[in-house]
T-cell receptor, first 114, second 112 residues
Framework: ETGVTQSPTHLIKTRGQQVTLRCSSQ?????VSWYQQALGQGPQFIFQ???????GRGNFPPRFSGLQFPNYSSELNVNALELDDSALYLC?????????????FGPGTRLTVL | AQSVTQLGSHVSVSEGALVLLRCNYS??????LFWYVQYPNQGLQLLLK??????LVKGINGFEAEFKKSETSFHLTKPSAHMSDAAEYFC??????????FGTGTSLTVIP
């Protein structure tokens, strides 16, 4: 069984650019959540997708957007990058449908904005 | 308002000593509580979760946590620390709307 994978591993962008991060969910999981983890902090919830629909959003501006595809893989898009967007971006998948569902995390994408 | 609070951003223990990492939750949140571990440059790995089935929850790698409603706590313990336990530990709660809220983390150092 393949776990959650994310690409790329590392990424360097400049302020004002746009970036797309990708996530493949664990087999059988229809829910994907994205988190931003700044250095020395806990992960902060960006949003969740369930069966291709946004299913909850944290306190992030609209320039953070996402997609989920029919195979339940997902993308996180960030427009107009700012220096504070530098962080580890984590994707997590879960089976969905129950409040106690465990989330399984990918290794993350390290984004550096210069 | 924060939903979970981790007391102590850094904890050091000697190898073989008891590990105690503290987590308190806001009483207003539903009691779906989790502990995750993060090794350097890696994602988060689930250690254990509380879903109201039993107040004492056993997880992987010898860790366990006890849900105490009267104290609004969900502290993580391990009887004997191992060098491989050195990592960052996060307490988390699942809120309505499917959000997970994570604490700020506790860095565990194990001294040989």
């Amino acid at each position: 069984e393949t776990g959650v994978t994310q690409s790329p591993t590392h990424l360097i962008k400049t302020r004002g650019q746009q970036v797309t991060l990708r996530c493949s969910s664990q087999s059988g999981h229809n829910t994907v959540s994205w988190y931003q983890q700044a250095l020395g902090q806990g992960p902060q919830f960006i949003f969740q997708y369930y069966r291709e629909e946004e299913n909850g959003r944290g306190n992030f501006p609209p320039r953070f957007s996402g997609l989920q595809f029919p195979n339940y893989s997902s993308e996180l898009n960030v427009n107009a990058l700012e220096l504070d967007d530098s962080a580890l971006y984590l994707c997590a998948s879960s089976p969905g449908g129950a409040a106690q569902d465990t989330q399984y995390f990918g290794p993350g994408t390290r984004l550096t904005v210069l | 308002a924060q939903s979970v609070t981790q007391l102590g951003s850094h904890v050091s223990v000697s190898e073989g000593a008891l590990v105690l990492l503290r987590c308190n939750y806001s009483s207003s949140v539903p009691p779906y509580l989790f502990w995750y571990v993060q090794y350097p440059n890696q994602g988060l790995q689930l250690l254990l979760k509380y879903t109201s089935a039993a107040t004492l929850v056993k997880g992987i790698n010898g860790f366990e946590a006890e849900f105490k409603k009267s104290e609004t706590s969900f502290h993580l313990t391990k009887p004997s620390a191992h060098m491989s336990d050195a990592a960052e530990y996060f307490c988390a709660v699942r809120l309505t709307g499917n959000q997970f809220y994570f604490g700020t983390g506790t860095s565990l150092t194990v001294i040989p």
